[in-house]
């Protein structure tokens, strides 16, 4: 059940690092309660995701990296090799000696189909050197040239080659609207990738916008002078979930689900602070100890999802006793609701106004891309953000 | 990393030119204390054994022998080039660089665009080729001219219509010095609006300076260092002005100080491409971020601290100081006001020991005082280059995308049309072959319709900001 990584541009370069630097960490720190055996379990299983053995017992990353340009792959090589814990394989980049300029026609257009063959081999050796392969891990950033706009190339190209695998898109928005969450990442890959329960997040193919949340939200650091029960965690967690809240601190109590039998107050308005944020499907995964004895009851009222599924579809749980790194108990939330549409109707919004005036739109002409090629994404992108708002 | 190819044409453009590589030298030697060819220095320089006859000198790693610069130089006089080659610099530029002829272009567009351009052409290009050849990733060309005169106006605006043939993916990045309103050039204003249209069509990013800017900013640098605050020493290696340490000897010229202002300008912007930093940016991001609409890309630059442009040492006043600056009238390159007109976008290039936290800061401050059009308001583009310029702490090169430069356009267009209703000095145009009186109209109205795009987008100043309605979607 092996996975590839696909990391692009400068930002997917470096998040990359972190998430394997974090999982491998994970997989030495210490068994905490669990068993011997199963902790051993979990490690085997962790390095056969993400690693491939080779020589001297060094692990090395399933991971292809791809830049435009030299210095953050050499950057994050480096770094890797540096830690002398794990690595990244010799011959697993591909890089070229200019940038993308910040222009995603550029990325798609050019590099794209230049390149196209060079990327897409290295990223079959990855994959054949999987004993059992289950799907891609693609990470890439929004608003620059070559995670965005090459990114989007390969994952066409990827959704061509390999129909049939898992494909998952970590994507960076632009500077704030979002954050971005690697622990979160690397705990709840683990135990991705099994497919029917991403057909239960994923319900619905115009529905596939996913959002992660984890608690506690504290350095590691100051750990040992905080105990937490599972049930102060999973109420902050469903609240988080409610009143759509991106950390701890700061949660909104005021929002509530609808009284059940109810509809909803309204139609999610965007321009209303306090509203309820309704799901379709979620995922709570636990990790740690005394975690059997967790109560998630608080996560299947129906009042919090929309009618489509039958509640015991909508809401999973995965529990394990091996805690995550140093982290006593901790709870990870994948969400697919309305999380995003705020967001994501801030940067449509911002777009369009560019787009009404005509701004900037040569530079992408240049490379191919037309002003049809603008509209068709916005007509995609109103869509999405209407659909959720009905939910 | 890319590489660059600097184009010098003219006696304004190559004497700036050499400013910059004597400069650029300077510095690359201040910071490569090893003397190892490495890819910062190569994007401006090559290696080269010179003890090899022929071609084949160039070694790409590996300890420096002899730098030669990635330079054309082209003047349709012998007086300035010869001077370069017989100077300090000489061995900094490969004699199958040059092209230069006798007589001068006369202080005629025509002469320069029609006659030498077609004379010249086939050397220019296999020059072009060559060094093109020699780069292992050439990523722009700069041009360095006036507009004022007949070689570095005429031949310098000809030969971007070639780049831009010929090397289609390369940036073209223009420096272009403007006549002032005090110009020695009669026919100036016919060569600037000739010149003009050739910039609106075949440049990617103009950098529009002026003398009498130059000149007001040299003049404030003198007050304060004469002014005798207290503080002030001689730098002994900082780069600039003039002084003890330069290459240049001749400092009695006023105008040594002002192209070292220029050159100063060239080597801040090409820092973030020579040197590494945390946020890098390359010069293609340059055109991506600050070009809206292709005809707009004449880029306001400043520069700031005004003393990291002399060789003394005042106190560091407050970083925010520096960046406040670069928004004043009084520190721009070009007689401008971007404060009081609008932005399309701004870039601010930092040089040395500031934090991203110290550029968010201040572009939040300063944001309220600006204006930005409405569908940019977040039109900021910044980068971050950790090697600051020698002898100084931190240095500002801010280029904005404004309306302001629209003045700029007006006079010309009316000192244009004072001497043409007259019809002053048209004969001396004419008669070169190639000339029309089409190529005057076509050309004042290549200006006026420049000038027309400022006047729309100032038109939507101060109306409030509202969001364009919608796709609406069914659902």
Known sequence: ??????????????????????????????????????????????????????????????????????????????????????????????????????????????????????????????????????????????????????????????????????????????YGTGEVWTYTICKNLFFFFTGDLMEHLVAHPEFKMLSVRNIPHMSENSLAYSTFTWAGLLKHLRQMLISNAKMEEGIDWQVRPPLSGLPPLGKMSLSKDLHFNTSIANLVILRGKDVQSADVEGF??????????????????????????????????????????????????????????????????????????????????????ASYCNL | MTQSVVVQVGQCGNQIGCCFWDLALREHAAVNQKGIYDEAISSFFRNVDTRVVGDGGSISKGKIRSLKARAILIDMEEGVVNEILQGPLRDVFDTNQLITDISGSGNNWAVGHKVFGSLYQDQILEKLRKSAEQCD???????????????????????????????????????????????????????????????????????????????????????MVNSGKLGTTVKPKSLVTSSSGALKKCHKKPFDAMNNIVANLLLNLTSSARFEGSLNMDLSEISMNLVPFPRLHYLVASLTPLYTLADVSIPPRRLDQMFSDAFSKDHQLLRADPKHSLYLACALMVRGNVQISDLRRNIERLK?????????????????????????????????NNTCVKPTFMELKERYMRLYKKKAHLHHYLQVEGMEESCFTEAVSSLSALIQEYNQLDATKNMPVQDLPRLSIAV
Request: hydrophobic content about 40%; overall charge negative.
């Open chain 2, 137 to 223: 990733c050439l990523q722009c060309f700069f041009i360095i001219h006036s507009m004022g005169g007949g070689t570095g106006s005429g031949l310098g605006t000809f030969l971007l219509k070639m780049l831009e043939d010929e090397f289609p993916e390369v940036y073209r990045f223009v420096t272009s010095i403007y006549p002032s309103d005090e110009d020695d050039v009669i026919t100036s204003p016919y060569n600037s609006i000739l010149a003009m249209k050739e910039l609106n069509e075949h440049a990617d990013c103009v950098l529009p300076i002026d003398n009498q800017s130059l000149f007001d900013i040299i003049s404030k640098i003198d007050l």
């Open chain 1, 300 to 385: 299947k009222d129906p009042a919090l999802y929309t009618s489509w599924l039958e509640p015991v579809n909508a809401f999973n749980v995965w529990k394990t006793q091996r805690a995550f790194s140093k982290y006593e108990k901790s709870a990870v939330l994948v969400s697919n609701s309305q999380f995003l549409v705020k967001p994501l109707d801030m940067i449509v919004k911002k777009a369009w106004n560019m787009f009404a005036s005509k701004a900037y739109i040569h530079q992408y002409t240049k490379f191919g891309i037309e002003e049809e090629d603008f509209l068709d994404s916005f007509t995609l992108l109103e869509q999405v953000i």
């Open chain 2, 368 to 400: 309220p005082s600006l204006q930005f059009v409405s569908w940019n308001q977040e039109g900021w583009k910044t980068s971050l280059c950790s090697i600051p310029p020698v002898g100084h702490s931190h240095s500002l090169l801010a280029l904005a």
């Open chain 1, 1 to 174: 059940m092996s996975i590839v990584t696909v990391q692009l541009g400068q930002c997917g370069n470096q998040i990359g690092f972190e998430v394997f630097d974090a999982l491998l960490r994970d997989s030495h720190s210490s068994q905490g309660l669990c068993s011997k055996r199963e902790n051993e379990a979990y490690q085997t299983s962790c390095k056969e995701r993400f690693f491939s053995e080779e020589e001297n017992g060094v692990p090395i990353a399933r991971a292809v990296l791809v830049d435009m340009e030299p210095k953050v792959i050499n950057q994050t090589l480096s770094k890797a090799a540096q830690s002398g814990q794990w690595k990244y394989g010799k011959h697993a980049c591909f890089c070229q000696k200019q940038g993308s300029g910040n222009n995603w026609a550029y990325g798609y257009s050019v590099h794209g189909p230049r390149h196209e063959e060079s990327i897409m081999n290295l990223i079959q050796k990855e994959v054949e050197k999987c004993d059992s392969f289950s799907g891609f891990f693609i990470i890439m950033s929004m608003a620059g040239g070559t995670g965005s706009g090459l990114g989007a190339f390969v994952t066409q190209n990827l959704q061509d080659q390999y129909p049939n695998s898992l494909k998952m898109n970590q994507i960076i928005w632009p």
